[in-house]
T-cell receptor
């Protein structure tokens, strides 16, 4: 079983709609759950992180963690073309990353 | 220069060549990392220099050799690479604390490596 599983997409989202991304992980010891955004020809940048289970909102982005099912989600509200990027989940922020989901927001 | 810089941005090399990738961080951090990013695969942590200790992923082949002369500079020396080593090599830095807790990593733009 892979430590982190993330659907690589691509995910096409209409402008103004909600984009939904998710990951599953296997190690129940993980506590910090990060989401990184990576634009083309750039390195990943930290988008937001949560600690333990629950929701966290930052502007148009909401991160959810369900430790009981080892499932993490990222929601993008009112998606904009500038949100087109690859999003990587990182349930163990240095060692374990997902493969990334490529999101394209279409006008 | 700000943040984390990497040179060169692109590199094409033959399997018998020797080359080096360079990373420099301007953030005053005390930890630096090398990652390999291949298409459709998770980021793979290769090496860490943190609090003056080196930690490595034992699955990384010996044809990759890191060097960290000080807390601001990191090198990845490459020799006799294979075509499957073609990937984006990312450098990152963070401020590491012995008390633990989350550390925000800052990534450079990467070096796109092609091995022929």
């Amino acid at each position: 079983q892979k430590e982190v599983e993330q659907d690589p997409g691509p995910l096409s989202v209409p402008e103004g709609a909600i984009g939904s991304l998710n990951c599953t992980y296997s190690n129940s010891a993980f506590q910090y759950f990060m989401w990184y955004r990576q634009y083309s020809r750039k390195g990943p940048e930290l988008l937001m992180y949560t600690y333990s289970s629950g929701n966290k909102e930052d502007g148009r982005f909401t991160a959810q963690v369900d430790k009981s099912s080892k499932y993490i989600s990222l929601f993008i509200r009112d998606s904009q073309p500038s949100d087109s990027a690859t999003y990587l989940c990182a349930p163990d922020y240095k060692l374990s990353f997902g493969a990334g989901t490529t999101v394209t927001v279409r006008a | 220069e700000t943040g984390v810089t990497q040179t060169p941005r692109h590199l094409v090399m033959g399997m018998t060549n020797k080359k080096s990738l360079k990373c420099e961080q301007h953030l005053g951090h005390n930890a630096m990392y090398w990652y390999k990013q291949s298409a459709k695969k998770p980021l793979e942590l290769m090496f860490v220099y943190s609090l003056e200790e080196r930690v490595e992923n034992n699955s990384v082949p010996s044809r990759f050799s890191p060097e960290c002369p000080n807390s601001s500079h990191l090198f990845l020396h490459l020799h006799t690479l294979q075509p499957e080593d073609s990937a984006l090599y990312l450098c990152a830095s963070s401020q590491s604390s012995s008390s633990g807790g989350v550390e925000t990593q800052y990534f450079g733009p990467g070096t796109r490596l092609l091995v022929l």
